[in-house]
């Protein structure tokens, strides 16, 4: 099996309602620090390098790890030359994760290149896996039979109710719990901002910030195995 982990950023840097976004640091960071030891990972976005950090993130998140990922000159490195989703081939890789932010609302739900690559992932049976509002970037991914991955699966990710709190419902094209649950999925939450991972088969999703560490080590368990 491969050991390369291909992480996937959003190119998106304004929300509808015009604020900056883009992906969100502890949600890279905290997964990247769990697997970089274990595995060579991969930065890819649709546009290719420099996706765009979402400032919010950067200023609320002053853990360590967060921190640490703005230096490090490997992630850096890596952000600077991520690759476009056209030029990345899933045969080179074990699992594909989906940073958070608002910004996979925006552009990877829809764009044909990352539906089309997500399906070949869950096709070829390789984990998939998202964080927050990352799992809006799986709402066109489907099985060999034109399903949808979520339909009769347990997941989560970032909650209506958690939405709410951050006044931002308007700033995305839709909620990703509302389309999980329309595609047939079994969503799954805690309370706001608490802890929630959530793995069914090769699905693998977490509910919010919190949540990357811990899901970053049930994908390092699911790959070690």
Known sequence: MSNKILFVFTS????????PTGWYLPEAAHPYYVLAPHFDIDFAAPAGPNPPLDPVSK?????EESQKFLTDKVPQEKLATAKKLADVNPDDYAAIFYVGGHGPVIDLATDPTNVKLASKFWQQGKIVSAVCHGPAALVGATDASGESIFKGRRATCFTYDEELQVKKVDSIPF????KIVELGGKFEKTEPWGVKVVADGQLYTGQNPASAGPLGQELLK???K
């Open 12 to 19: 998106v840097n304004k929300t509808l309602t015009g604020e």
């Open 59 to 63: 200023e609320m998140f002053k853990d």
């Open 175 to 178: 909620q990703p719990e509302h």
């Open 222 to 224: 699911a790959l070690k």
